[in-house]
């Protein structure tokens, strides 16, 4: 199986910044195409936040644009995502996502992990 093991999470003042990690990790990967980040806040639904392909494409929510930058490491099947300047509107349990895990010998349509709480406030 592949997990998705996330790391970074945590309290911050509005106005300051987190970086989160997240790591795939389990069978023989051999590619990723899509890795990203949802979030969800209390009472709310689930939303996305960025997305990053293997070949590079983003794609952001319009109220992060700006502010947040999502990365990854290909060879280390490791995307990231820079949040500054953050807004107590973002506060919220943060989930990695994979779309289309290239193992061996088994492909994965989606995979989630298992999320990571980001809270802003003074």
């Known amino acids: 199986q592949v997990q998705l093991v996330e790391s970074g999470g945590g309290l911050v003042q509005p106005g300051g910044s987190l970086k989160l990690s997240c790591e795939a990790s389990?069978?023989?990967?051999?590619?990723?195409?899509?890795m990203g980040w949802y979030r969800q806040a209390p009472g709310k639904q689930r939303e996305l936040v960025a997305t990053?392909?293997?070949?590079?494409?983003?794609n952001y929510t319009d109220s992060v644009k700006g502010r947040f930058t999502i990365s990854r490491e290909n060879d280390k099947h490791t995307v990231y995502l820079q949040m500054n300047t953050m807004k107590p509107e973002d506060t919220a349990v943060y989930f990695c996502?994979?779309?289309?895990?290239?193992?061996?010998?088994?492909?994965?349509?989606?995979?989630w992990g298992q999320g990571t709480q980001v809270t802003v406030s003074q």
């Open positions: 996502y994979a779309n289309n895990v290239i193992t061996t010998p088994t492909r994965y349509l989606e995979i």
């Open positions: 990053l392909t293997h070949s590079g494409s983003t």
């Open positions: 389990g069978r023989s990967i051999f590619s990723i195409w899509i």
